[in-house]
């Protein structure tokens, strides 16, 4: 069984398209935030994050499987994730700021891929105890502007999600569209086709004014 948090401090969650500037986002927050705060937040990804899940990682970014598999996998790495590192740093009071959560394989796999979100749902209900973060920022960009981006910054990092047909970004895109608005007191949608800047700013003025008693900059 999986520790419990003693106490109850921010796991905000950062979702969107590809293209959408996340792991950028999320550097420059570091930055911003824990520099100025002096307070120690856990940053971290999915699929990913601990050595057992970047694993699982591979296999899923690597290679065509079935939806159904991949689904189990996303679940699989996520559990992973969750025991050694999320519920952890939680239980220790630090905030977590994780790049892709549960939302992500309601989108992916749940819409797009067909497998249905109820289904999805129950399969990471199941995996996480039940554990849903206290804010999702939805960085929302076009396909174009996303897959644009992905296209600049060279076949590096390239998986084969980048390499979808227009028609599956723009699918994604709209379900997180319809998520947001169906949970728009938990998700929080932000133009991410705005400078950098402007990007950052937005989400950390978001931050501070959902959490004044536990970000307040120094």
Avoid: W
Wanted: proline share 6%.
């Amino acid at each position: 069984m999986a520790p419990k948090p003693t106490k109850n401090p921010p796991f905000i969650t950062f979702e969107g398209g590809e293209g959408a500037g996340k792991t950028t986002v999320i550097s420059r927050i570091a930055e911003l935030i824990q520099a100025r705060n002096g307070q120690e937040i856990v940053f971290t990804r999915e699929p990913g994050g601990v050595p057992s899940a970047e694993s699982i990682r591979q296999v899923i970014l690597g290679q065509q499987i079935d939806s159904l598999t991949e689904t189990l996998l996303f679940a699989a790495a996520r559990r992973e994730h969750l025991v050694e590192k999320i519920l952890p740093a939680l239980s220790k009071g630090q905030p977590v700021f994780c790049d892709r959560f549960i939302n992500s394989s309601v989108v992916y796999q749940g819409l797009v891929r067909g497998v249905g979100v109820n289904e999805v749902l129950e399969v990471n209900r199941f995996a996480t105890e039940g554990l849903m973060p206290n804010l999702t920022i939805f960085l929302d960009v076009s396909p174009k502007v996303g897959l644009e981006r992905v296209s600049a910054r060279g076949d590096k990092d390239k998986n084969r999600f980048d390499s979808e047909e227009l028609d599956f970004h723009q699918k994604v895109r709209d379900g997180f569209l319809d998520l947001q608005k169906q949970n728009s007191e938990r998700i929080v949608r932000i133009n991410s086709e705005q400078p950098l800047d402007s990007v950052v700013k937005a989400v950390v003025d978001l931050i501070l004014a959902k959490f004044p008693d536990e970000f307040v900059l120094k």
